[in-house]
């Protein structure tokens, strides 16, 4: 399938049709778990259906399987990430006292912020990322990140302000 021609929706069902079983097969395998494989197949499928729906063509395929295992992996990573995420807000839960215990909507809230704030940490640029997490889950003064790092003080300063202007557009 080229992305030089525009391409028409049996150009997608086709696609589908030839790899559907064969991309669900292959994320059983890497899951363990029908149910995560299917979501990720669907969620797969979706990516390209709104890929070519923002460039009116499909993403230019040479060999669709790996094409599609590129897209499910990072799906997969994300899906990974996420449970990560939610393990350990669970477990600090635990540590909490009970008198400090929130209620389930509460908990969802919070879980979905730190879900929100996790994909933009994700998308920050690594040295930006790094410089917010010494800073903010480590304690360190900019001095000893822009020391640490081997960067000047003012580059510390313009990357946390990178880092919590992207936060705080969670927030809103």
Known sequence: MS????TQPEDM?????????WLRGW?????GCTEQAADIVQDTFLRV?????KNDV???MHNPRAYLTTVAGRLMYDLFRRQALEKAYLDALVGLPEQVAHSPEELHQVYQVLCELDEVLDGLKPIVRKVFLLSQLQGLTYTAIAQQLSVCERSVKRYMATAFEECLMVME
């Open 49 to 53: 259906l709104q890929k070519r729906k």
């Open 3 to 6: 992305s030089t021609n525009s």
């Open 58 to 60: 499909l993403p230019d």
């Open 13 to 21: 069902h086709i696609l589908y049709n030839d790899h559907h079983c």
């Open 27 to 31: 994320l059983h395998k890497k899951l």
